[in-house]
């Protein structure tokens, strides 16, 4: 889309946008080969490959993606850079992705206003290793991370207006942020009030500055956040894209997929913090107790904004979709629980206390980053299990039953259709050295049919979406025990 913005300020994708496209990639190497971007093999440089895939034809007839066009449009700049160095395309999204990564540094580092160790903490828990690994995607996540962390320090310096038109450009490549958005001017205005002692209809209205500077801010953060609407509205007949083609349900938003963002052990935020999410809900609950303090609030806010913003994600049908380690969504809403759980433990007293979760927290971030530089942390990709889940699997599989797709889609190594691999006679279970550990089927089926240990009772886990687990410990030997790995079992008849 930058290629198209840049060669005729549209993003209308041309024939010669490819060809420009494969241009700059051939000017850094000479081998490029691609199926979809080729002008030697299709004659339309590969555009009709892409209808239906990413790109989709309009009520004019022009080809648009499915995503808003702003990450491109703010992209431009490092293109021309990149073009100009004869680097590939893709360096211009790392450039763009650094940059807004180093402004939202600046912000933390020199914004706020707190102590040196204050900003010692957020920078560690925030500069981790999937932070860096997501600078080189070129893909919004690591630009809405920046403009989230920049919203929330804007936040914590009562510029709650201006957080608020951060969040409302930050929905521009994901649309529900505008309702966090909406939140914050709500919040903003409603603070104005306390600030200004504002008790009746009269002393607002004759408060002529502060009424003027919030209609302001709702109409410019009101324009930007209805903008990808009113551009699909209008191309397409529809405000979102991505649900009318079916990309997204709102009838998948489920109470276990709310957990498994953020708890998830193959892909959740849990991977990257583990202390911050396991505390989490105890700050949150903890801080209404102190909710006149200026920290608890923002606790009670932050958090509200990480939950506020995981329920739209919660309506995508490729919940095991591609990754850096960790669901790119779980990576970007749980940096505002960064910001809380950090703003918790500078509001505790008790500085034994508070230097013991501050040490604990270093030292569970120092084994985690140990971890990963040995790659005995996460998974490969996101078709392979994490180690994490996979010790959970062989020792103690009870306590852990991931949505099926993920635990589907993980065991054999593809991204397939759930209801394909799950609509036939045979269910798979994951076998470690010859003993089955847990095994998956629907949840209308009886599991003395299934059950392949006579003798072993499993403990049993319903899911959300109509499947359920078996699970079982060291006692339902199925295979050698040169076996591990997923093995189908069939119901007996009747």
Same mark, same amino acid.
């Given at each position: 889309?930058?290629?198209?913005?840049?060669?005729?300020?549209?993003?209308?994708?041309?024939?010669?946008?490819?060809?420009?496209?494969?241009?700059?990639?051939?000017?850094?190497?000479?081998?490029?080969?691609?199926?979809?971007?080729?002008?030697?093999?299709?004659?339309?440089?590969?555009?009709?490959?892409?209808?239906?895939?990413?790109?989709?034809?309009?009520?004019?007839?022009?080809?648009? #993606?499915?995503? =808003?066009? @702003?990450? %491109? *449009?703010?992209?431009? &700049?490092?293109?021309? +850079? /990149?073009?100009? $160095?004869?680097?590939?395309?893709?360096?211009?999204?790392?450039?763009?992705?650094?940059?807004?990564?180093?402004?939202?540094?600046?912000?933390?580092?020199?914004?706020?206003?707190?102590?040196?160790?204050?900003?010692?903490?957020?920078?560690?828990?925030?500069?981790?290793?999937?932070?860096?690994?997501?600078?080189?995607?070129?893909?919004?996540?690591?630009?809405?991370?920046?403009?989230?962390?920049?919203?929330?320090?804007?936040?914590?310096?009562?510029?709650?207006?201006?957080? #608020?038109?951060? =969040?409302? @450009?930050? %929905? *521009?490549?994901?649309? &529900?942020?505008?309702? +966090? /958005?909406?939140? $914050?001017?709500?919040?903003?205005?409603?603070?104005?009030?306390?600030?200004?002692?504002?008790?009746?209809l009269n002393d607002l209205l004759i408060n002529k500055k502060l009424i003027?500077?919030?209609?302001?801010?709702?109409?410019?953060?009101?324009?930007?956040?209805?903008?990808?609407?009113?551009?699909?509205?209008?191309?397409?007949?529809?405000?979102?894209?991505?649900?009318?083609?079916?990309?997204?349900?709102?009838?998948?938003?489920?109470?276990?997929?709310?957990?498994?963002?953020?708890?998830?052990?193959?892909?959740?935020?849990? *991977?990257?913090?583990?202390?911050?999410?396991?505390? /989490?809900?105890?700050?949150?609950?903890?801080?209404?107790?102190?909710?006149?303090?200026?920290?608890?609030?923002?606790?009670?806010?932050?958090?509200?904004?990480?939950?506020?913003?995981?329920?739209?994600?919660?309506?995508?049908?490729?919940?095991?979709?591609?990754?850096?380690?960790?669901?790119?969504?779980?990576?970007?809403?749980?940096?505002?629980?960064?910001?809380?759980?950090?703003?918790?433990?500078?509001?505790?007293?008790?500085?034994?206390?508070?230097?013991?979760?501050?040490?604990?927290?270093?030292?569970?971030?120092?084994?985690?980053?140990?971890?990963?530089?040995?790659?005995?942390?996460? /998974?490969?990709?996101?078709?392979?299990?994490?180690?994490?889940?996979?010790?959970?699997?062989?020792?103690?599989?009870?306590?852990?039953?991931?949505?099926?797709e993920i635990y589907i889609e993980r065991a054999f190594n593809a991204e397939?259709?759930?209801?394909?691999?799950?609509?036939?006679?045979?269910?798979?279970?994951?076998?470690?050295?010859?003993?089955?550990?847990?095994?998956?089927?629907?949840?209308?089926?009886?599991?003395?049919?299934?059950?392949?240990?006579?003798?072993?009772?499993?403990?049993?886990?319903?899911?959300?979406?109509?499947?359920?687990?078996?699970?079982?410990?060291?006692?339902?030997?199925?295979?050698?025990?040169?076996?591990?790995?997923?093995?189908?079992f069939s119901p007996r008849q009747q």
């Amino acid at each position: 889309m930058s290629q198209s913005l840049l060669n005729h300020a549209s993003s209308n994708l041309k024939e010669k946008d490819i060809k420009d496209t494969v241009d700059s990639f051939k000017r850094k190497s000479h081998d490029f080969n691609d199926f979809y971007l080729n002008c030697e093999q299709h004659k339309d440089c590969g555009v009709s490959l892409l209808i239906n895939k990413g790109y989709f034809h309009s009520n004019e007839g022009n080809l648009y #993606s499915y995503h =808003f066009y @702003f990450y %491109s *449009l703010v992209n431009i &700049p490092a293109l021309l +850079i /990149s073009n100009a $160095i004869s680097a590939s395309p893709t360096t211009a999204f790392y450039l763009t992705n650094t940059m807004f990564f180093i402004i939202s540094l600046y912000f933390i580092v020199f914004l706020l206003r707190d102590k040196f160790s204050y900003k010692i903490l957020i920078l560690l828990l925030f500069s981790s290793k999937v932070t860096l690994a997501y600078l080189k995607w070129p893909h919004p996540e690591a630009i809405t991370v920046s403009l989230l962390v920049i919203s929330l320090c804007l936040i914590k310096q009562k510029q709650l207006y201006w957080a #608020s038109l951060i =969040f409302a @450009f930050a %929905s *521009l490549q994901y649309q &529900p942020l505008g309702i +966090i /958005s909406a939140i $914050i001017l709500i919040y903003a205005f409603i603070n104005d009030i306390k600030e200004h002692e504002i008790k009746s209809l009269n002393d607002l209205l004759i408060n002529k500055k502060l009424i003027t500077r919030s209609i302001i801010f709702a109409i410019v953060s009101g324009m930007i956040v209805l903008a990808p609407s009113m551009f699909y509205l209008y191309h397409f007949s529809t405000p979102n894209l991505i649900a009318s083609i079916g990309a997204s349900k709102s009838e998948l938003i489920t109470f276990s997929r709310f957990i498994s963002m953020y708890y998830d052990l193959n892909q959740g935020a849990i *991977l990257l913090f583990p202390v911050v999410l396991l505390l /989490s809900p105890i700050c949150f609950i903890a801080s209404f107790f102190s909710i006149k303090k200026e920290r608890s609030k923002n606790v009670i806010l932050f958090t509200i904004i990480s939950a506020a913003s995981v329920i739209p994600c919660l309506t995508t049908t490729n919940w095991n979709s591609g990754a850096e380690n960790v669901m790119r969504y779980a990576f970007w809403v749980s940096i505002p629980l960064i910001f809380a759980f950090v703003e918790f433990i500078f509001s505790i007293k008790n500085n034994k206390l508070k230097t013991t979760i501050i040490l604990i927290t270093i030292v569970s971030q120092i084994v985690i980053f140990t971890m990963q530089k040995k790659e005995k942390y996460f /998974s490969s990709s996101h078709t392979v299990p994490s180690y994490i889940a996979l010790a959970f699997y062989n020792h103690i599989p009870p306590l852990y039953n991931p949505e099926a797709e993920i635990y589907i889609e993980r065991a054999f190594n593809a991204e397939l259709p759930l209801r394909d691999i799950m609509s036939g006679k045979k269910y798979p279970g994951y076998v470690k050295r010859g003993y089955l550990k847990k095994l998956i089927a629907p949840a209308n089926m009886d599991v003395s049919l299934l059950n392949p240990c006579h003798n072993v009772t499993p403990s049993i886990k319903a899911t959300s979406d109509g499947w359920v687990y078996y699970n079982y410990g060291n006692n339902c030997q199925v295979a050698d025990k040169s076996k591990t790995g997923v093995v189908m079992f069939s119901p007996r008849q009747q």
